[in-house]
Nanobody, 120 residues
Framework: QVQLVESGGGLVQPGGSLRLTCAASGSIFTISSMGWYRQAPGKQRELVAT???????NYADSVKGRFTISRDNAKNTVSLEMNSLKPEDTAGYYC??????????????WGQGTQVTVSS
């Protein structure tokens, strides 16, 4: 009932930048939290950044000062601006959206993931 479409991943050199975007659609009444997580091969999925409807943000220590999360409540989108990328940022990046459907049921939906590779 909620679909997420992610875009913006790719290959970038160390020190470069990428912007990820996730668009949510479906029978959405309201969205509370939106965020990005990542998972590297052989590792557990970890939080990158989250943002509440009111704009409060939370970042992993490893990305503070380099990544910026933002959202557009009118468009149900969340973006992640990634600067000064490092090889250790290489991972599959997954969008997560939580909220309430028009049926009043809560939802917690994950995107299909987009690959970010940082390499020279």
């Amino acid at each position: 009932q909620v679909q997420l479409v992610e875009s913006g991943g790719g290959l970038v050199q160390p020190g470069g930048s990428l912007r990820l975007t996730c668009a949510a659609s479906g029978s959405i009444f309201t969205i509370s939290s939106m965020g990005w997580y990542r998972q590297a091969p052989g590792k557990q999925r970890e939080l990158v950044a989250t943002i509440t409807r009111g704009g409060s943000t939370n970042y992993a220590d490893s990305v503070k000062g380099r990544f910026t999360i933002s959202r557009d409540n009118a468009k149900n989108t969340v973006s992640l601006e990634m600067n000064s990328l490092k090889p250790e940022d290489t991972a599959g990046y997954y969008c997560n959206v939580q909220g309430v459907l028009t049926t009043t049921r809560r939802f917690d939906t994950w995107g299909q993931g987009t690959q970010v590779t940082v390499s020279s």
